[in-house]
Each structure stands twice: as structure tokens, then as C-alpha cells.
């Protein structure tokens, strides 16, 4: 299940390349349980109704590399949480992830798959096509 009314979504860049360069050097992927349905490195798997499952065919390796990717280009959102952005989006297999912060876990991120209309808006089109 989806939410009714979806939050908008924007990629908003404020770094410069190489402060950009330095955040992408501390980011990883930390998962959830939330969004498995498989055992994974994220723990016990949990998968919520309203969650979007991943994909177990998908590696942790590839999963870290895409994020760091996309903090590396700039996919990210304006609002941040203890110096890390809150989000941040990337492509992976030809579907567009979206990675959330994990508070209280700086620079841990969870990630899940969009659906075509959540994309973020990106009017410095910093996120190139798949």
C-alpha cells in the first residue's frame, strides 16, 4: 500500500564536486528488515504490508556502489540529518531507488524502489537517465 498522498520529492544539490567526493567516501548501506523478505545482511526479515520488497537477486556490494554514486553526483535531497542528506536517489538494474538516512546511524542508509510517478523532481538534471 502506498501513501494517499505521496511527500514531494527533489533532488537539491548545495555541495561542491569534491565536498561531494568526501561525503560519498562515508555513506553506506545498512538496509532493513523492513523491506526483505529474505535474510539478509539488515537482520531477521520484517517485510511491512506497505513496503516495497527488494529484490534478492540484487547484491549488498552493488546496492553500497549505487549509493555511493549518487551522492557522488549530487541525487540528493536539500533537508539533511546529522550532516548526511536525508536522501538520496540512484539507478540500479534500470529501476530508480530511493535511500533514506537512518537517524541515529550517521551516514546509514536503507533504500526501496520508486514506482514512475514518486520520482524526484530534478531541475539541475543531475540524475541522468538508466
Same mark, same amino acid.
Given at each position: 500500500?502506498?501513501?494517499?498522498?505521496?511527500?514531494?520529492?527533489?533532488?537539491?544539490?548545495?555541495?561542491?564536486?569534491?565536498?561531494?567526493?568526501?561525503?560519498?567516501?562515508?555513506?553506506? $548501506?545498512?538496509?532493513?528488515?523492513?523491506?526483505?523478505?529474505?535474510?539478509?545482511?539488515?537482520?531477521?526479515?520484517?517485510?511491512?504490508?506497505?513496503?516495497?520488497?527488494?529484490?534478492?537477486?540484487?547484491?549488498?556490494?552493488?546496492?553500497?556502489?549505487?549509493?555511493?554514486?549518487?551522492?557522488?553526483?549530487?541525487?540528493?535531497?536539500?533537508?539533511?540529518?546529522?550532516?548526511?542528506?536525508? $536522501?538520496?536517489?540512484?539507478?540500479?538494474?534500470?529501476?530508480?531507488?530511493?535511500?533514506?538516512?537512518?537517524?541515529?546511524?550517521?551516514?546509514? $542508509?536503507?533504500?526501496?524502489?520508486?514506482?514512475?510517478?514518486? $520520482?524526484?523532481?530534478?531541475?539541475?538534471?543531475?540524475?541522468?537517465?538508466?
Amino acid at each position: 500500500m502506498r501513501r494517499r498522498n505521496p511527500r514531494p520529492r527533489r533532488i537539491r544539490c548545495q555541495f561542491a564536486d569534491d565536498e561531494l567526493a568526501q561525503l560519498a567516501e562515508r555513506v553506506r $548501506y545498512r538496509g532493513s528488515g523492513e523491506h526483505k523478505s529474505h535474510p539478509s545482511p539488515a537482520g531477521r526479515p520484517a517485510l511491512r504490508s506497505d513496503a516495497t520488497p527488494c529484490d534478492p537477486h540484487i547484491g549488498w556490494t552493488d546496492i553500497n556502489a549505487a549509493l555511493v554514486e549518487g551522492v557522488r553526483r549530487g541525487c540528493i535531497s536539500e533537508a539533511h540529518e546529522q550532516g548526511f542528506p536525508k $536522501y538520496v536517489w540512484w539507478w540500479l538494474d534500470g529501476d530508480l531507488y530511493e535511500a533514506r538516512h537512518l537517524n541515529g546511524f550517521a551516514g546509514q $542508509y536503507k533504500g526501496y524502489r520508486l514506482e514512475h510517478p514518486e $520520482y524526484p523532481r530534478d531541475p539541475d538534471n543531475r540524475l541522468p537517465a538508466p
